[in-house]
């Protein structure tokens, strides 16, 4: 049996393994899973088809899986997927995904939600993301491995932020970030590439000069975005993190890619 305190509600129907811990004044809902080491340390409230992945711990008062934030929302049986070993601070709040979104919100693993952060309806959040305090990603996001917003940052509905990216404190997004890329402002623009970042995990020298190139050929002033993405595909086409912007720029998106501002490529 669940540890689960005498001040908790657990609503007949959910499902906890053995191993999930319940705290003081928690409330959980009916179709909620948690998975093995689960923790909901006090005054936590999970609702709707919530299932949170192996080892989480969810600190108080965040709110999760309860109706999305948006008016389109009729009551579907939408679900929220929060990965395993994921820490979800003080007053995080969740929603589950939309008809109009696929139907679900997803979180990977390994990711740190600080204080009041919060995650829309219908967002996609990679392995091993990092949101600090008081960010906030609109409806329809997609989260790249690694990436980390800064405090405060917002993010705009549909927007997509690349893997290993970096996002400012205080930044408002509202066009696509390309992997490895680092932004910053009101509205924010590209300011080069997430270096601290690639040297953190290990990314040699030798790529990391290959992405600095590809960057300043990407942006250059010279010709037009389709003629440089294509001169960079045949330049660095062995280069596997290049490659991965390249395809980011060209995928389709309903944003168009933050860029930096005029002159900042050198």
């Known amino acids: 049996m669940a540890t689960i305190h005498p001040t908790a509600v657990v609503e007949p129907g959910a499902e906890l393994a053995a191993s999930a ?10 179709k909620v899973i948690l998975d093995e080491e689960v923790e909901l340390v006090a005054h936590v ?21 309860h109706p999305p ?38 979180v990977g693993d390994d990711c740190l939600f600080m204080v009041a952060s919060h995650v829309a309806h219908d967002c996609k959040i990679g392995n091993r993301v990092v949101m600090a305090n008081n960010a906030t990603i609109g409806g329809h996001v997609e989260i790249g491995d690694f990436v980390i917003l800064g405090g405060l940052s917002g993010i705009h509905q549909f927007v997509r932020i690349g ?3 970096m996002v400012g404190g205080a930044s408002a997004v509202e066009h696509d970030v390309i992997p490895y890329g680092s932004v910053m402002g009101n509205r924010a623009h590209l300011s080069g590439l997430n270096i601290i970042g690639l040297k953190r995990r ?16 990407l942006f250059a002033e010279e010709g037009t975005m389709a003629e440089r993405l294509d001169d960079v595909a045949a330049l660095f086409a062995d280069n596997e993190p290049v490659m991965e912007i390249v395809a980011f720029i060209r995928s389709a998106s309903s944003r168009a890619i933050c860029q930096p501002r005029s002159g900042d490529v050198a």
């Open 21 to 30: 811990v319940v705290g003081p004044y928690c409330i959980v809902g009916a």
């Open 45 to 65: 409230v999970v609702a709707g088809r919530t299932r949170i992945g192996a080892r989480t711990r969810v600190f108080p008062f965040a709110s999760i899986g």
């Open 69 to 106: 934030q948006d008016l389109k929302y009729k009551g579907e049986p939408s679900t929220l997927e929060i990965g395993r070993n994921t820490i979800i601070r003080e007053h995080v709040t969740m929603n589950p995904g939309t008809e109009g979104g696929g139907m679900v919100t997803r």
């Open 163 to 165: 893997k290993h990216a």
């Open 202 to 217: 290990g990314f040699s020298r030798e790529v990391v000069h290959a992405l600095r190139a590809a960057y300043r050929l």
